[in-house]
């Protein structure tokens, strides 16, 4: 069965840079796209980005500058990578699975920006 | 970037009510919307794609209808059960969640 999970630290320093890895079973990442979405504590959902199958990537314009997104597909692994972290990136950061809307999360990992 | 509009931000209603929860794009999304719904402390559940494709294993009393810019979620008799914030999502054009729409028993 198709499954994600995030793993990563819980608390990075302000200016830093953030770096989440997404591992999935039950898919293979050349078949199917995986995307992050994050989460503010008490707020609503943001798409952060996506790494599509064939390995192109696509970034929420507002984060663009700030991010990266790749894989290892032999590891089924996708990773994100956020520098310039701001007090404002602190959110739970999931991992999904898109194909028919996104319907397979990991359980999401909070990230806490601060010093 | 397209913008989307939940309405309304809370909804409060009682066990068997018909909910109606809406979502307006700001430009044609072409039905290329989903709805989720997060139960606190969990992560989203797809209940609806492509505007009004049930999703396998959501409960049938879940529906969805629209297009163009309006979009609307339905849950023709409320359950306790159905507690929880409920969030559409285009693709259309770029990728955008509204910004949510709690439902509350009353």
Known sequence: QVQLKESGPGLV???QTLSLTCTVSGFSLTSNSVHWVRQPPGKGLEWVGAIWSGGSTDYNSALKSRLSISRD???SQVFLK???L?????AIYFCTHWELGFDYWGQGVMVTVSS | DI???QS?????ASVGDRVTLSCKASQNINKNLDWY???HGEAPK?????????QTGIPSRFSGSGSGTDYTLTISSLQPEDVATYYCYQYNSGWTFGGGTKLELK
């Open chain 1, 13 to 15: 320093q302000p200016s």
């Open chain 2, 8 to 12: 309304p931000p809370v909804l409060s």
């Open chain 2, 37 to 39: 719904q997060q139960k």
């Open chain 1, 73 to 75: 597909t032999s590891k």
């Open chain 1, 82 to 84: 956020m520098n310039s």
């Open chain 1, 86 to 90: 701001q007090t404002e990136d602190t």
């Open chain 2, 3 to 5: 913008q989307m509009t």
């Open chain 2, 46 to 54: 797809l209940l609806i794609y492509y505007t009004n494709n049930l």
